[in-house]
Every structure is written in structure tokens, then in C-alpha cells.
């Protein structure tokens, strides 16, 4: 056989040899990640180095953190944040619902004092037949529900800014005054300034000045109290219910320890 059909032969065997086991690596990844989607993915990267290891570790961790961000449901709750909230989320929340309410009372408000208005205004030329008395109210209709939107979100600025004022009063508070101890203390700091600012932009004389700041520092007491009961009752009590706790431990300790001195010495009495 000549040297030039023996290298034909081996190339043709080679190439088969090559063909089979190529083949049947695909039909086994094909097997793996069609039957077993969560381990036929990984099998490959088992003959990878431990960089490749660390690659896919840090790739697993940081789509785990994108879904927990995605969904919030999925993330931890930390129970000893105010509203199980952190404080940007806590604030975004003030806003938003602070804004929603004071909306819908500036809406209802304005509507009954624009109907009152059109009806005043109109009350020297009240319709006589009951096609005018449609058309009078239909554009009463109309006018009331225009105006009402547009005092709805006029009192709603106000009363979005005021909650974000009292929600970042009361995080600074809580962060560098109270050392990342939520406590009622800082409800109260946060209700009076926001309510001492709001009278001091509307320009309200002194004594009403005084009177929207403690409207404010009632309001604040009210939910910072309400908020630490909350927490107390997910286990994370407020510094004044611990120092009745560790008192009460102490008290506790002491009578422990003055037991196991006069047992001790009954015992050592009963030896001699």
C-alpha cells in the first residue's frame, strides 16, 4: 500500500472519529439543557478554569440583586426601618401618597365652593323651562369639575411638598441625630418644622405661626408614636420601652445573684 493511500485512510478514520465524538457532545448538551434546563447550562463551564467560576458566581449574583430590585417582593424587609422601609423609599412614599390625598381634598373643596359661586352668580337669571334647566346644568357641571381639577393639584404641590419636607426633616433626624435609632423624637422635629415653614411662607402673623407649629408637633408626637408602636410590635421596641426592659433586667440579675450568695452561704453555715 503506498504512503498515499494510508494517509487518505487515516484521514478519512480521523475525521469520523472526530465527527462521532463532536456529535455526540452536541446531543449530550442538547439532552442536558432540554431535560435538566438548570444544570445543562452549568455542565460546560465545569471544565472552565476558577476564573470562568468567579465570572459566572458574580454573573448569578448580580442578576439575583437586578430581581430583587425588580421586585421588591422578593427582597428582605428590615422590620426596624420606619414602615419596614429604607429612607429614600420612605420618603418617595410620603410624596406620593401625601400628594394623591391633598389632590382629592383640594378637588372636593374646590368643586363645592365653585357650585356655591355659580349658583350665586346665577341666581338673578335662573332658567324657567326644563331645557334650560338642563343646559344650567350642564355647564354648572363642566365648570365645577374644571375648576375643582385645577385646585386639586394646586393644593396637591402644597401638600406634596410639605410631606416631602416632613419625610426628609424626619430621615436627617433619625440618621445623624438619633444615630440610626427611629424614635417618636424625630416625628415631633419634623412635624414642627414643616409646620412652622408652611406659616412662614404663607407670611402668617406670629401667633399663628405658633399655632401651625404645634398643629405640626401634635401631628408628628401622634405618628411617631403610632410608628414605634409598630415596630415594638414586630420586635423592635423604641429606646424609652428598653431602658423599663434593661432595668427590669438588672433588677432581675441582682435578685439572682443575692440568691446564690445566701444559698451559698447556708451551705458553707451547714458544712462548718
Not at 123 to 128: F, I, M, Y
Not at 149 to 178: I, N, P, Q, S
Not at 219 to 230: E, K, R
Request: glycine share 8%; charged share 20%.
Amino acid at each position: 500500500m503506498s504512503n498515499w493511500t494510508v494517509d487518505r485512510w487515516l484521514a478519512q478514520n480521523l475525521s469520523l472519529t472526530i465527527g462521532r465524538d463532536t456529535v455526540r457532545k452536541g446531543e449530550d448538551l442538547f439532552e442536558s439543557s432540554f431535560f435538566f434546563p438548570t444544570t445543562g447550562a452549568t455542565k460546560p463551564l465545569q471544565h472552565m478554569s476558577n476564573g470562568s467560576h468567579d465570572v459566572v458566581q458574580n454573573e448569578s449574583a448580580d442578576s439575583e440583586a437586578s430581581n430583587n430590585i425588580a421586585n421588591p417582593d422578593n427582597a428582605e424587609i428590615d422590620h426596624s426601618q420606619r414602615l419596614s422601609r429604607p429612607g429614600p423609599a420612605r420618603i418617595v412614599f410620603y410624596t406620593t401618597w401625601g400628594f394623591s390625598i391633598f389632590w382629592t381634598i383640594g378637588f372636593l373643596r374646590t368643586r363645592r365652593m365653585v357650585a356655591h359661586q355659580f349658583l350665586a352668580e346665577n341666581s338673578h337669571r335662573l332658567p324657567t323651562s326644563e331645557a334650560g334647566w338642563y343646559l344650567y346644568h350642564r355647564a354648572k357641571n363642566y365648570h365645577v369639575a374644571w375648576k375643582g381639577f385645577k385646585g386639586g393639584w394646586k393644593l396637591a404641590f402644597v401638600g406634596g411638598a410639605c410631606t416631602y419636607l416632613y419625610a426628609y426633616v424626619e430621615e436627617m433626624w433619625d440618621k445623624h441625630a438619633r444615630l440610626g435609632n427611629p424614635d417618636a423624637s424625630s416625628s415631633l422635629v419634623a412635624g414642627t418644622v414643616t409646620g412652622g415653614v408652611y406659616a412662614l411662607v404663607k407670611r402668617m402673623p406670629r401667633r399663628q405661626v405658633w399655632r401651625c407649629m404645634r398643629a405640626g408637633m401634635l401631628l408628628g408626637l401622634v405618628s411617631g408614636v403610632t410608628q414605634d408602636l409598630a415596630r415594638w410590635g414586630r420586635g423592635y421596641p423604641p429606646w424609652y420601652l428598653q431602658l423599663g426592659r434593661r432595668q427590669q433586667m438588672l433588677d432581675d440579675l441582682m435578685n439572682v445573684e443575692t440568691r446564690q450568695v445566701e444559698v451559698h452561704q447556708t451551705t458553707n453555715s451547714n458544712v462548718h
